[in-house]
């Protein structure tokens, strides 16, 4: 081999080894935002597997619903769907936290003859007809 042989093989070596150094950091920080993504999305799906929300009682204009699972909810971030029309416009009594084994109260709204969703802030839903 001639000087030009190992000059070019020198090249070659550096610069795979530099476009290593430039990878691997790339690689390495994709790696873990997915990583956090996947314990994100775990912890999320098992707070919605442990929370249950069931309709006790309902009037024309109110409903109360009961946190039956064993997650703090909070209740301003519920929402309530009458008739597929999402309704922006009621009042949430108490406000805030939501613990485990009690009631809200949901006021100021329609449900003569409805369908009715609740939906809580992490997905988990409870569905009646009236």
Do not use: C
């Amino acid at each position: 081999m001639g000087f030009s042989t190992s000059a070019v093989v020198a090249i070659f070596t550096v610069s795979l080894i530099y476009m290593a150094s430039m990878f691997y950091p790339v690689v390495e920080m994709s790696y873990n935002k997915i990583q956090e993504a996947e314990k994100e999305s775990d912890e999320l799906s098992n707070e919605k597997l442990n929370t249950k929300i069931t309709i006790k009682d309902w009037t024309s204009t109110t409903l109360e619903v009961f946190n039956d699972g064993s997650v703090t909810l909070d209740s301003r971030k519920i929402n309530v769907i009458v008739n597929g029309t999402w309704t922006s416009s009621l009042k949430v009594v108490p406000s805030g936290v939501w613990a485990p084994k009690t009631s809200i109260v949901v006021e100021e709204i329609n449900i003569s003859n409805s369908k009715i969703k609740v939906i809580t802030a992490n997905g988990a839903a409870v569905y009646i007809t009236t």
